[in-house]
């Protein structure tokens, strides 16, 4: 049987109002194109969200990762997309699309990309799950809880097929190199990695060696762009993507989402400049009003049926998180009271892509030697 890829791709391309969150219209116009691109056969399926300002396209198919036919797709659908933004004189319209034309992969132009191809199981629950507002390192914890601590998922003690643990690919990004790293026996290596996760990122999650699932086929896919280090300068928050598989030799659906009951600090929020806890909220609530914010994640939960997309499941519309959004208010309440101090405001060697160098600069002539 052949193979199924399960992409995600996002970028923002325009908000309403300001950085809030992406207009029906514009979910519209990328509904429409690749509707298109069912019934002609180059897709299987496909479903359009947005984590607030952000469009993210979730497209099933046959082309394995990084094909030019997929990621062609999606750029001409963002294109679409940012021409109906600027129409409606949208803010930010096509601010992720930091390259003029396609030239074949979307990496390294803006929108940021999770994929994964795998066998397709007799059931196969993908969970994917949407930030706004924050970095690719603001997956590093929840994906290492469910992936790595048995404080988490349970199953890494009590089921046999789970017991032995899982490899991490874990990137550099400044550096643009990776390493395989595996758990449990290199976990207290991995954790002195990805605790920074400015500079360390999970990309992807692999099964072991003779285990109940085959250990090339990735478990867990992350995006991993950073823009400002693709445009140089900073031109929006990375928000980043991240696909999940679940059951079967893999941690349960509430063994994934229980990753996300506590509200950890992460870095963006406003301007990309701030410290914030994430809060995992319903596809309503993704619009980010407080400060631009807090960082929000929203997962939504699928069956795959010959890559069709049963689904959605709105995995955080349930009163069982009411209480991490409430602990994430306060802590953005205690974040927020020390203004412009760190550590609410990025430390400084964080916020040199930011719009701060810009005052900074007219200041430097100013300082004198001691």
């Not at 929840?142 to 199953?155: E, H, L, S, V, Y």
Request: proline share 7%; hydrophobic share 40%; charged share 25%.
């Amino acid at each position: 049987m052949a193979k199924i890829t399960v992409s995600i791709i996002k970028a923002d391309v325009g908000g309403l109002p300001g950085h809030v969150l992406v207009p029906e219209e514009l979910i519209k116009v990328a509904e429409d194109n690749l509707t298109e691109k069912k019934e002609s056969g180059d897709i299987i399926d496909f479903r359009v969200f947005n984590a607030g300002d952000d469009l993210d396209l979730i497209m099933t198919h046959r082309h394995g990762v990084d094909s030019e036919k997929i990621h062609r797709i999606a750029w001409e659908t963002f294109e679409l997309a940012a021409e109906k933004a600027k129409e409606l004189k949208l803010y930010g319209a096509g601010q992720d699309l930091l390259a003029d034309a396609f030239s074949g992969n979307v990496r390294g132009m803006g929108p940021g990309v999770a994929e994964m191809e795998f066998t397709e199981r007799k059931a196969e629950p993908v969970l994917a799950f949407l930030m706004d507002k924050t970095e690719p390192g603001a997956f590093n914890l929840p994906i290492f809880k469910m992936f790595a601590d048995p404080f988490n998922t349970a199953g890494l003690v009590i089921d046999p097929s789970l017991h032995s643990g899982f490899v991490f690919e874990i990137w550099d990004i400044y550096e643009s190199k990776r390493v395989f790293m595996s758990t449990p026996e290199e976990m207290y290596d991995i954790l002195a990695l990805i605790g920074g996760k400015s500079r360390f990122v999970i990309k992807r999650v692999f099964p072991k060696e003779g285990g109940k699932l085959p250990a090339d086929e990735p478990v867990a896919a992350i995006s991993t762009e950073k823009l400002y280090l693709i445009a140089g300068e900073y031109v929006g928050k990375d928000d980043p993507v991240a696909i999940v598989r679940a059951q079967s030799g893999l941690p349960a659906v509430g063994e994934v989402l229980e990753a996300f009951a506590f509200p950890h600090l992460v870095s963006g929020w406003m301007r990309g400049s701030h410290n914030g806890p994430l809060m995992p909220v319903p596809f309503r609530y993704s619009q980010c009003t407080r400060f631009d914010g807090p960082p929000r994640v929203i997962g939504a939960g699928f069956q795959l049926a010959d890559g069709k997309l049963i689904g959605p499941v709105d995995l955080f519309d349930d009163p069982a998180y009411d209480y991490t959004r409430q602990k994430a208010v306060e802590i953005a309440d205690y974040m927020r009271r020390h203004g412009p101090f760190e550590p609410h405001r990025l430390p400084s060697e964080d916020m040199e892509y930011t719009t701060l160098p810009k005052v900074m600069e007219k200041l430097k002539n100013r300082f004198e030697d001691i």
